[in-house]
Structures are given as structure tokens and as C-alpha cells.
């Protein structure tokens, strides 16, 4: 399961703004229309390990997330 290691701890809308993916395109892969390609599935992994990182990293990167 692609997204199980966030389920329940945050909602789609919020890892998908948190993150800087496009809700449609997480909803594509969860619901498997299409499938992450290799960049996409190495982001998740790094998302995954360390999400407070990635989070902090993104601070001011991501639209509509403050620095």
C-alpha cells in the first residue's frame, strides 16, 4: 500500500498541500489510475522516513505553507 504509512494520521487534502503534490494526481495513485513514476516514488520514500524533514525542508517552497 503506497500511502498507508500516513493513512490515518493526516488526510489526503493535508499531505497533498503539506507536500506540494496535487491532490488529483495523490488521488490518481491511490486509487490507482496511473502510478507515481521513479522521482515521485523516491519522494514518498524520503517523505515516509523523515516527513517532519521534508516538511521543514519545503517551509516557503510549497504554495500556500509559510516560512
Excluded: H, M
Excluded at 494520521?9 to 489510475?33: C, K, N, S, V
Excluded at 517532519?52 to 516557503?60: D, H, P, Q
Amino acid at each position: 500500500d503506497l500511502f498507508g504509512f500516513f493513512r490515518g494520521a493526516i488526510g489526503q487534502e493535508e499531505f497533498a498541500a503539506a507536500f506540494g503534490i496535487p491532490i488529483g494526481t495523490l488521488r490518481d495513485w491511490e486509487q490507482g489510475r496511473c502510478n507515481p513514476d521513479q522521482a515521485a516514488l523516491s519522494y514518498l520514500k524520503v517523505i515516509e522516513r523523515d516527513p517532519k524533514a521534508v516538511r521543514e525542508a519545503l517551509e516557503g517552497c510549497v504554495p500556500g505553507r509559510s516560512a
